[in-house]
Antibody, heavy 121, light 109 residues
Framework: EVELVQSGAEVKNPGESLRISCKTSGYSFTNYWIAWVRQMPGKGLEWVGVIDPNDSDTRYSPSFRGQVTISADKSTSTAYLQWSSLKASDTAIYYC??????????????WGQGTLVTVSS | SYVLTQPPSVSVAPGRTATITCGGDNIGSKNVHWYQQKPGQAPVLVIYYDTDRPSGIPERFSGSNSGNTATLTISRVEAGDEAGYYCQVWDSSTDHHVVFGGGTKLTVL
């Protein structure tokens, strides 16, 4: 059974760094891209970016390029989303998701449960 | 960048048919996917590649896509269908980006 289990909720101050995780199981981690999606409070879904765990090829939405870093650890089948300096506007739920097909990332069948990140002083 | 436009809200009585649209420039040339999201839960894929249903999704959910509009249709609407619905495409023209519509809140009266 494919599972994506995300790390727990975080409360941080502006300017702090943070890394959240998405631990996968039930399939070959290096065969499928992993995406990150943001949902700000009461708002819609926004694509953050995606990584190919096989070679760490990473692609970002223009809105998030330079703001976050996506990475993956093949040894633990885990993908990460990190910030070096959080802002209040980063407050949101972040989902990881796995596509249906192992060749691309056109549609997402499997989703993590979401990680709530709250940035407030 | 490519833009997908959805109505913010749609209301329907139980047992009737709900239609949720997703507009985009020549969207009929792209594959459209639809997700359902209930409060406090992660999104669930309900329609992919315009018309296909993942296993476990009721036949009441169907999709179509032509011209500048894609449509998600929910027949015989139930109270449990009340949720947010998002369309999504893969825009190969702009560095292979994933694009979501703004979402539609379906209210079952």
């Amino acid at each position: 059974e494919v599972e994506l289990v995300q790390s727990g909720a975080e409360v941080k101050n502006p300017g702090e760094s943070l890394r959240i995780s998405c631990k996968t199981s039930g399939y070959s981690f290096t065969n499928y891209w992993i995406a990150w999606v943001r949902q700000m409070p009461g708002k819609g879904l926004e694509w953050v970016g995606v990584i190919d765990p096989n070679d760490s090829d990473t692609r970002y939405s223009p809105s998030f390029r330079g703001q976050v870093t996506i990475s993956a650890d093949k040894s633990t089948s885990t993908a990460y989303l990190q910030w070096s300096s959080l802002k209040a506007s980063d407050t949101a739920i972040y989902y990881c998701a796995r596509p249906e097909d192992n060749n691309d990332y056109r549609v997402f069948v499997y989703w993590g449960q979401g990680t709530l990140v709250t940035v407030s002083s | 960048s490519y833009v997908l436009t959805q109505p913010p809200s749609v209301s329907v009585a139980p047992g009737r048919t709900a239609t949720i649209t997703c507009g985009g420039d020549n969207i009929g040339s792209k594959n459209v996917h639809w997700y359902q999201q209930k409060p406090g839960q992660a999104p669930v894929l309900v329609i992919y590649y315009d018309t296909d249903r993942p296993s476990g999704i009721p036949e009441r959910f169907s999709g179509s896509n032509s011209g500048n509009t894609a449509t998600l249709t929910i027949s015989r609407v139930e109270a449990g269908d009340e949720a947010g619905y998002y369309c999504q495409v893969w825009d190969s023209s702009t560095d292979h980006h994933v694009v979501f519509g703004g979402g539609t809140k379906l209210t079952v009266l």
